[in-house]
């Protein structure tokens, strides 16, 4: 739910940044748990060049910081090369270019051009001269259905080329220098829903073809940076709308961005640019968002925004480039502006920065005392954690540094931390840890021998005889009989009523208490739950959740077993399905307990425990359902089997019916209203 808002933060953002800064966006950062916080200031908006660039499809700096603005103007296509303070040097390819669409410049100055209209890429050198065409190339090892409309271009240091060529879902065309063809590079995968995902696991070829094809969605821009990695960003339903591709042609970034959003759509990714270092910047054409991550792939801000009219400064229209100088000016183009906006990098922001250099080079300690002011006006944020984390560790100070791991939500580096400080205590206090043993162990013995010699203890023994006659004793040891001896506890169960009405209300009262106790006291290193995040977990969401599906399981079991004879009523199958849950009581105590000593490199112990618990409530309840009704193996089984999905029947059934009933109140609502209305 957290990530639905994120237009609306933007907008209340744009209506909220006139009195928080020079900027008429608000900036954001991300907590540990992926919230947006408001932010200082990371960029704003410094001038608009000084140049027509209407027309304008991409945007490219070279490294001497110069512009190249590919257009198509009112007599045909060119690029125009660009001073960094707005002055026009020279164009290129005019007369020659119909509708450049890409444009790459590589060191040396030479200028590659993607023209969808001409099907070529033209590559000119730094003087502006033609100097050869690149066409599609003529090997069999390229498919005859794959389109040669080159839309995007970039060029690695061993001068391959890498295309984005119009409606080919096949990945990037790679090209050697001389234009032959090499291969296919970084393709999308598609994204199946459950109904396609049943469609192919059920339909046949000949069916398959009658439905529409589940094509990936083609990438719009591309990027590299100076060690030839390659970025590229997809708009529409992806997984991977940004992507650091490695030789391999796999994605190395995660998925934090898909994570902000509801539907990847929504994010509609437009162009993308690397820095010196590594950082990425890219922008969205939906909500003109701009997004800087750094070289992991992890979102360090987010600035910008959008209209549909044309508005103040720094508010774009219709971005389709962006690009960064070397003093990480950034620069956008906007094709429904006409312009080229440039937001300069605010002293917050360069503080951020000085720190993501030091951080990249592992120079931790160095980069303490920045982020040390970047935490000063922004507490929060979970890199400046992170990193400040680090610094700590590297200094051995661990205890500094658990807390700083866990305000950042960093579990890897937070176990280390964790290591080190178990470690240090396990070495400091195992003498006494194994003398205190040997003294309770001596303790018992001299306690028994005086119980035997003497009648000290007599009183506590008749304490205990009184104990086990009591009805409570009676109902904890039946509950202890079950996890020992299943079979015969719950025949007993159906048979002689041993289980009292008040015993089998309360084990589903401890067992959910139980999984409400694990998400507040399981370690934090195990702990998928955020208890302070109360949109991601709630304890009432928590008992109703669970409620339902026993609810459900009750009755279904029992309509199941009417229908096939089994003999069990439905008080039997009630307490038999709560005797069910008692491993979860049992065990859980013992589960989080070791949550808390034991550390991330030994999680296969938490994670075997774990389903240990589940197997053995999923046993008990096949035990369950073939003494309560008497059934065998197989047949207990198929019951469960139809026991799921009678649930599930039952489920959509009432979700129908709600949604019916919900749409006929509107509806006899709306008139009523009407009548109202006409009687007045």
């Known amino acids: 739910m957290m990530k639905k808002s994120v237009i609306l933060f933007v907008l209340i953002g744009i209506l909220l940044a006139g009195t928080a800064s020079a900027a008429p966006y608000t900036s954001y950062m991300l907590d540990r748990d992926g919230w947006y916080r408001y932010s200082p200031s990371l960029y704003e908006p410094s001038h608009v060049l000084n140049i027509d660039v209407s027309g304008v499809t991409d945007l490219f700096i070279g490294a001497d910081d110069t512009l190249y603005i590919p257009r198509l103007g009112s007599n045909g296509g060119e690029v125009l090369v660009v001073s960094p303070d707005g002055e026009l040097l020279r164009t290129v390819g005019q007369g020659t270019l119909k509708r450049p669409n890409g444009v790459f410049v590589d060191d040396e100055g030479t200028i590659y051009v993607a023209d969808p209209t001409l099907f070529e890429v033209l590559v000119f050198s730094a003087d502006g001269e033609l100097v050869r065409r690149i066409s599609r190339p003529q090997s069999p090892l390229m498919s005859a259905k794959s389109p040669f409309v080159p839309l995007k271009v970039v060029v690695d240091l061993q001068k391959n080329m890498y295309i984005l060529s119009e409606g080919n879902v096949d990945g990037m065309i790679q090209l050697d220098e001389n ?4 291969g296919y590079f970084g393709a999308n995968t598609s994204v199946a829903s459950f109904i396609k995902t049943l469609q192919n696991l059920f339909y046949t070829e000949d069916m398959m073809n009658l439905f529409v094809r589940n094509i990936p969605p083609s990438m719009s821009n ?6 030839g990695l390659v970025y590229a960003t997809t708009k529409g339903d992806t997984a991977e709308p940004l992507k650091k591709i490695n030789i391999a042609g796999k994605n190395l970034f995660p998925d934090h961005l898909t994570y902000l959003f509801d539907e990847p759509s929504t994010l509609s990714l437009e162009s993308v640019t690397v820095d010196q270092y590594g950082n990425v910047f890219t922008v969205s054409g939906e909500t003109g968002l701009i997004f800087l991550l750094d070289s992991l792939g992890d979102i360090v801000g987010i600035f910008g925004a959008r209209s549909y009219l044309p508005g103040e400064m720094g508010i774009s229209m219709n971005p389709v480039g962006i690009a960064v100088n070397s003093q990480q000016t950034v620069y956008l183009a906007d094709k429904g502006l006409g312009t080229i906006q440039v937001y300069a990098p605010t002293p ?11 951080y990249r080079q592992g120079k931790y300690l160095e980069a303490e005392p920045i982020w040390q002011q970047v935490r000063n006006r922004n507490t929060s944020i979970a890199l400046t954690n992170r990193a400040l984390g680090l610094a700590r560790l590297k200094e051995e100070d661990y205890a500094a540094a658990l807390d700083y791991f866990h305000l950042a939500n960093d579990k890897a580096h937070y176990a280390d931390a964790f290591w080190e400080l178990r470690q240090a205590f396990i070495m400091r206090h195992s003498t006494t840890a194994i003398a205190l043993a040997a003294a309770l162990v001596l303790l018992r013995t001299i306690l028994n021998i005086i119980g035997k010699k003497t009648r000290a203890f007599d009183g506590i023994r008749r304490f205990k005889a009184r104990y086990k006659a009591t009805a409570f004793h ?3 040891a039946l509950c202890g009989r079950v996890l ?19 015993t089998a209300l309360a084990l589903p009262v401890l067992a959910v208490g139980m999984l409400i106790a694990a998400a507040y006291l399981t370690g934090f290193q195990f702990n ?27 009755l279904s079991n029992f309509l199941v077993a009417s229908i096939r004879e089994g003999r069990g009523r439905f ?8 005797v069910s849950l008692l491993p979860i009581i049992a065990l859980y105590p013992i589960y989080m307990a070791l949550s808390n000593v034991l550390s991330l490199q030994e999680v296969f112990v938490l994670d075997f425990f774990r389903v240990f618990i589940f197997l053995w409530m999923g046993l008990l309840i096949l035990i369950m359902t073939m003494q309560i009704h008497d059934y065998d193996f197989g047949e207990a089984v198929l019951s469960l089997v139809l026991t799921v999905l009678t649930m599930v029947v039952i489920f959509v059934v009432t979700i129908v019916i709600f949604i019916l009933a919900r749409e006929g109140v509107a509806f006899f609502r709306s008139i009523f209203e009407e009548v109202f209305r006409r009687v007045q």
């Open 222 to 227: 591309l990027a590299i940076d100076k060690d």
């Open 348 to 358: 917050y922001m360069r503080l951020i920065f000085s720190g993501l250099d030091l």
């Open 571 to 578: 008080v039997d199958v009630f307490n038999g399905t709560m």
């Open 528 to 554: 998928p739950v955020n208890v302070q995040n109360t949109w991601a977990y709630s304890p009432v969401r928590t008992v109703v959740t669970y409620a339902v599906i026993g609810a459900l399981f009750v």
């Open 474 to 476: 009676r109902q904890v």
């Open 179 to 182: 234009g032959e063809f090499l």
């Open 484 to 502: 020992r001896k299943p079979a015969d506890t719950l025949y007993d169960v159906r048979n002689s009523g041993v289980l009292s009405p008040v």
